[in-house]
């Protein structure tokens, strides 16, 4: 694999990595809300990053790939043009998630049955499209876009610390850094069919 490939594939895969840990959290977070027990502030951090982090630099990262990809490979049109559907999909239905969990925290009635159907929706969503990126498109991406391409691609990538795994945690996240610091010490289990190891 090329250096600017390798570089490239590995940061998109660490994030989904820590994506997955946070949707399975999600998830923790949407049974204790059929029961009355969630913690809103936590879910609302929770999606928070997922509605920010991803749509600022994580999705705009696989867009610049994927175009590339259709570029080089017309076979894939039809599945570029999906797959780039999907990133606007997710990025509603987070952004709606996120604003019923806000409109809970703030005390305005809503019909549990309704959130937590939206969050398990989301949830897997978020999870099917992760594994569908790592074990169809990066694979294709990597055969596909010559050592040029990765150049023109590295280029053009934003460089961001992630305002939650990252060196400096942002003042927004310290809690949920916390639960999560929390959660991988005592070796919870986080996993389903997921791409690489957390942590």
């Excluded at 897997?124 to 040029?148: C, G, M, R």
């Amino acid at each position: 694999m090329r250096r600017e490939s390798a570089q490239i594939i590995k940061g998109l895969r660490r994030d989904h990595q820590n994506m997955v840990l946070l949707l399975r959290m999600l998830e923790r977070e949407t049974d204790r809300f059929a029961t009355g027990n969630a913690d809103f502030s936590l879910l609302f951090q929770i999606m928070s990053y997922l509605v920010n982090y991803p749509d600022l630099y994580h999705h705009p990262i696989e867009s610049s790939l994927f175009l590339h990809l259709k570029l080089r490979r017309v076979d894939m049109a039809s599945r570029v043009d999906a797959i780039l559907k999907e990133h606007e999909e997710i990025s509603t239905l987070n952004r709606r998630l996120a604003a019923a969990i806000h409109n809970c925290q703030r005390g305005y009635d809503q019909k549990s049955e309704a959130v937590t159907g939206l969050a398990r929706r989301c949830a897997a969503l978020n999870l099917d499209h992760i594994v569908s990126e790592e074990k169809t498109y990066f694979p294709i991406l990597e055969q596909s876009i010559d050592e040029a391409g990765w150049r023109l691609i590295e280029e053009d990538v934003a460089r961001i610390d992630d305002p939650l795994f990252g060196e400096k945690v942002r003042s927004e996240y310290l809690s949920l850094h916390r639960q999560i610091t929390a959660m991988l010490l005592t070796g919870a289990p986080v996993a389903r069919d997921e791409p690489g190891k957390l942590g």
